[in-house]
């Protein structure tokens, strides 16, 4: 995959002098270069893989493979304390090492945010994280968030990292704090990520006002009832996508995270308002959240890309990993489809471009996954 069109499988590059001479179909290649030593260079030759969603914070977990409504408590909260800027430093070391195409990493934490930023080894976005479910202290809430924006915003760099904005999810922001994040985004250009669809028991949540999600919560966090979340009465056809897009928030056009619980008409909401769509496909089969319905989403427009989500659910913060899962989890799915989306997907989302395996580039095994 050269980095635009729709790759070739199987393909080849031609190098000359360390330098590419031709990408293509193989049998094309040999035709046009008879004398050309060939070797197989490996499963896939594309430009690096982004890792469009990841919580480089938690970094120093120690994965786990448990139902949703376990995993939260025995490995999120169990493990709180390793939480932090330490673990964030040896994430981001990591994707530096493993040659990331750039990242899209949810920033927990101001001091995290501090950390991350001024790396000049990788790429792409840091989101930092809004949460409050109460809409009487959303006003206070995104003025303190605001601020903290503005004042890094001012130290990215050109071609470094960026700020970005990320309303945790639909049931964990209440409606005036999700509108003002994302009329606030949309009005400055910030990229927004937002977890949404992820486990079936959401869905639910916005259907009856109950269920496991609400069951699990902490209540000094929450209102009384769910509909004060998000301020209008759970329904039986109420989707968070359609909470969302009905709230205007899909008009800021928000990278959407998991989606795997989502109906027709939710994936129709999504294409209609232009959005991306992160699978992290490792991270929602060891919880048990289900699988993302990518032939609909690829059916309907949507570009895809790829995440790992934390080392605690995803394993690695090698999207290559992914990749190979996805393979399994897809297996009737072109895996040219599954390249394109950890490259070019990925660099959409977070708003980078990607290199290119282009005639009189220079050729790197890096190239070689």
Known sequence: YTGVGGGHAPGGVVVSGGVIAATGDPATLRASFPHARERRAGAVIAPPPVNAHTHLDMSAYDFQALPYFRWLPEVVIAQRGKRGVPGALAGAAELARLGVGAVGDIVWAPDVMDALLPREDLTGVLYFEVLGTFPG?????FAEVRERVERWRRLERPGGLR?????????????????????????????LQIHVAEHPAEPELFRTGGGPLWDHRLPALYPATFAEVIGREPEPDLTPVRYLDELGALRARPTLIHMVNVTPEDIARVAASGGAVVSCPRSNAHLDCGTLPWGAFAAAGVEV???TDSVASGGSLDVRDEVAFARTRYPTLDPRVIVRAA?????RVTGTRPPLLRRGDAWDDRLVW
Not at 168 to 191: D, I, K, N
């Open 163 to 191: 700020v970005g904005l990320t309303p945790h999810t639909p049931f964990t922001v209440s409606h005036r704090l999700m509108r003002l994040t994302t009329e606030y985004a949309a009005g400055e250009g910030l990229p």
């Open 137 to 141: 202290r959303a006003d206070a809430i």
């Open 343 to 347: 490259v070019k997907g990925g660099h």
């Open 305 to 307: 890309a790829l995440g």
